[in-house]
């Protein structure tokens, strides 16, 4: 199930209340890109478009309320999400979806996973994580090279994406989260095998 033309009006309404304008340009590039990914590469588009919209629907939560609706919602957390929380906005906006507005799991799924990525990665979770890196609002440059490569091969583009993540989150000097160590081992088998 995905979102009826009802519950996609009440999830924009509720994103343009939550969220900054900045926020939301973001969270609209991200759909009209996820739509051009899915369209590309087969993938329902109606699909990619709710994920797309719902992916940063929590993001506007403070830090401890994230705590809290994690522990609401029953969310495991690991040791990373406690020591660097930059996923759980992620995990509690699948959560909104479900619960709120009655979106299916696959959609939710790509939600849930949109931050780190996940071993067995659907073309869904690959348009949404690919998606939220390169639209057009990005200010760095390699969402450029990115999203031509996604367009070429939604598999080698979901791989130059994590790849450009990982280096800036290195360059930081941020925690890596184990799943997205785990992803990237699970695509890269994919893409040779
Ligand atoms: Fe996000
Ligand atoms: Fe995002």
């Keep these: 199930m995905t979102t009826t033309a009802a519950s996609?009006?009440?999830?924009?309404?509720?994103?343009?209340?939550?969220?900054?304008?900045?926020?939301?340009?973001?969270?609209?590039?991200?759909?009209?890109?996820?739509?051009?990914?899915a369209g590309a590469h087969g993938v329902d588009v109606e699909r990619a478009e709710t994920a797309a919209l719902l992916h940063d629907a929590a993001k506007w939560m403070s830090i401890p309320t994230q705590f809290a609706q994690c522990a609401r919602y029953g969310v495991l957390l690991m040791r990373e999400d406690r020591v660097s929380p930059v996923a759980l906005h992620g995990y509690i906006a699948a959560e909104v979806g479900r619960e709120?507005?009655?979106?299916?799991?696959?959609?939710?799924?790509?939600?849930?996973?949109?931050?780190?990525?996940?071993?067995?990665?659907?073309?869904?979770?690959?348009?949404?994580?690919?998606?939220?890196f390169s639209e057009p609002s990005r200010p760095f440059p390699e969402a450029a090279t990115a999203r031509d490569m996604v367009m070429a091969d939604l598999l080698d583009g979901v791989i130059c994406t994590m790849e450009f993540r990982l280096q800036a989150l290195m360059r930081k000097g941020r925690l890596i989260h184990p799943r997205t160590v785990h992803a990237r081992n699970a695509l890269l088998a994919r893409a040779r095998s």
């Design 100 to 132: 709120r507005y009655g979106i299916g799991p696959d959609v939710c799924e790509a939600v849930r996973c949109h931050t780190t990525g996940k071993p067995h990665m659907t073309d869904l979770d690959m348009v949404l994580y690919a998606a939220d």
């Design 8 to 37: 996609k009006s009440d999830l924009l309404a509720y994103l343009e209340k939550s969220l900054s304008s900045e926020r939301m340009k973001h969270v609209l590039g991200v759909r009209d890109t996820a739509i051009e990914y």
